[in-house]
């Protein structure tokens, strides 16, 4: 065992409970990016092996199937036996709230609770204060970004009615994953819903887009219909699948008219799955959030305003079509669309609360709970929420055990269950919707560029406890043109 492995015990002896310090000794600032993970399960991309992987340099340099590599000086030794060693997942869809509502999360605290979750790279939406719709606000949250996370990081600008060339400006921009045009209102204040509008960016601009689709007409010709209900049934009932469907269709239109990549953000009904398993092609992509394939219209009116979000959780038969069609293909990765929001806001009660839920501590303890509970396997898990979004977004280096890649990766256990509460988040807002369930899958190393961000023991704190200086692990993501 090498000293760092003896640094990390103590300070995972010493923070036990997960507390943060004002100055914590932060472990990753003395670690160069070596390490040597031995006898771990490797989830690799052409089946599961017992064996060792090397980080060198931040870069994994030799995987060994059956082990065998030996420790070298200076790097970090981790025995991993009984851990499933998997690539870093990547969450393409969070709203960290940075600039404008540090209240509820701001891009440390976020990255802190993706490290959390075994998340090593995340794309933030531009629904921000201000919003991020220009090449400057860009700039201002990259450069923000460098100084607060402790994992990879990218960005979407956002789409108006009257900022194409803005869009045109940052392509090929490190750090910019693409365009998130909101075609049905939602937080904030960004919308594009007039055909001319959306003719204009699918025709004079690159690279992908990303859109909400929900109808904006049917929309507000809804929501004054459904204006005396206060039960949160009616906001499924008020934003409908037609209203999904509607504008689902129309946007696929508009890509294969303009030849224009799409990615279709939280798909959320079996219509428009089923819809676009016959009708979507090479150009269309899509995702769907863990909370969409976990809860139904049982766990809305259980959980009230915590499952309350844009475009709706939906019923049994559209969750499970969504597992239907994430399975065969049509479903490109799994998501969260980690959106906080304070419990105070919330306990306004619908439909005052404002939609939107944290996410992504349990998106993967939740979807590898999935795996072993039947539903699917771990390496479908590893598929939807490594490698997949590193194939729609162009993201090089990323997303699978491949020699050569990034040495961004999760160590999780899977042996035991452990029951979730609030306060074992690193999320601001400090909750969770799936408190009160028991998940397996946690990470008990999270690790960026080969350095350890995130650590737990077993049978200690499930909130574990956070190990990287701000800004001091991690990098912008640098994108390639997608087909």
């Not at 049905?184 to 601009?205: K, P, Y």
Request: proline share 5%.
């Amino acid at each position: 065992m090498g000293i760092y492995e003896h640094n990390l015990i103590f300070l995972t002896s010493y923070y036990g409970n997960g507390d943060e310090l004002e100055s914590p000794p932060w472990v990753s600032d003395t670690m160069g990016g070596d390490l040597l993970i031995q006898n771990a399960i490797m989830v690799l991309p052409d089946g599961i092996v017992e064996g060792d992987l090397r980080v060198t340099a931040g870069i994994i340099r030799s995987i060994a199937p059956n082990g065998g590599l030996e420790p070298h000086l200076g790097e970090l030794v981790i025995e991993a036996s009984g851990l499933y060693l998997i690539p870093g997942a990547i969450d393409p869809h969070v709203h960290f709230r940075d600039p404008g509502n540090p209240e509820k999360e701001d891009l440390e605290s976020g990255s802190r609770a993706a490290a959390a979750g075994g998340i090593t790279s995340f794309l933030d939406m531009p629904n921000t204060i201000p919003n991020a719709t220009s090449r400057a606000e860009l700039e201002f949250k990259i450069q923000l970004a460098a100084k607060k996370t402790v994992t990879n990081h990218g960005f979407f600008i956002g789409a108006t009615a009257t900022n194409v060339q803005e869009m045109r400006n940052v392509e090929g921009m490190d750090g910019v994953c693409g365009i998130k045009i909101f075609m049905g209102s939602s937080t904030g204040d960004l919308l594009v819903h007039e055909q001319r509008h959306l003719e204009d960016i699918f025709a004079n601009t690159g690279g992908v887009i990303a859109t909400h689709a929900e109808d904006e007409n049917r929309l507000r010709s809804r929501i004054p219909k459904f204006s005396h209900r206060e039960d949160i049934a009616a906001h499924a009932e008020c934003r409908d699948v037609e209203c999904a469907l509607i504008a689902t269709k129309r946007a696929s239109a508009l890509a294969k008219d303009h030849d224009h990549r799409l990615h279709i953000v939280h798909l959320t009904s079996g219509a428009e799955a089923d819809w676009l398993s016959l009708n979507k092609g090479d150009l269309i992509t899509t995702e769907v959030c863990t909370q969409h394939l976990t809860f139904d219209q049982d766990d809305v009116e259980e959980l009230g305003v915590r499952a309350l979000m844009n475009p709706p959780i939906r019923y049994t038969e559209d969750r499970d079509s969504l597992w239907r069609r994430l399975k065969d293909g049509t479903i490109d990765c799994v998501v969260t669309d980690h959106a906080p929001h304070t419990l105070e806001s919330k306990s306004m009660g619908y439909p005052n609360a404002p939609a939107g839920m944290p996410g992504v501590e349990t998106s993967l303890p939740m979807m590898l709970t999935h795996a072993m509970n039947g539903k699917c396997s771990v390496s479908d898990v590893v598929n939807w929420m490594c490698a997949g979004p590193a194939r729609v977004y162009g993201i090089k280096n990323k997303g699978s055990l491949i020699e050569g890649y990034d040495g961004d990766l999760a160590l999780v256990d899977l042996e035991n269950r452990r029951t979730v509460h609030d306060t074992d988040t690193w999320t601001r807002v400090g909750w969770t919707p799936f408190a009160g369930k028991e998940l397996t899958g946690w990470p008990i190393y999270t690790i960026v560029d080969g350095r350890v961000v995130h650590k737990r023991e077993i049978g200690g704190s499930l909130r574990g406890i956070s190990l990287a200086r701000p800004g001091s692990v991690g990098s912008v993501l640098r994108f390639e043109s997608v087909p």
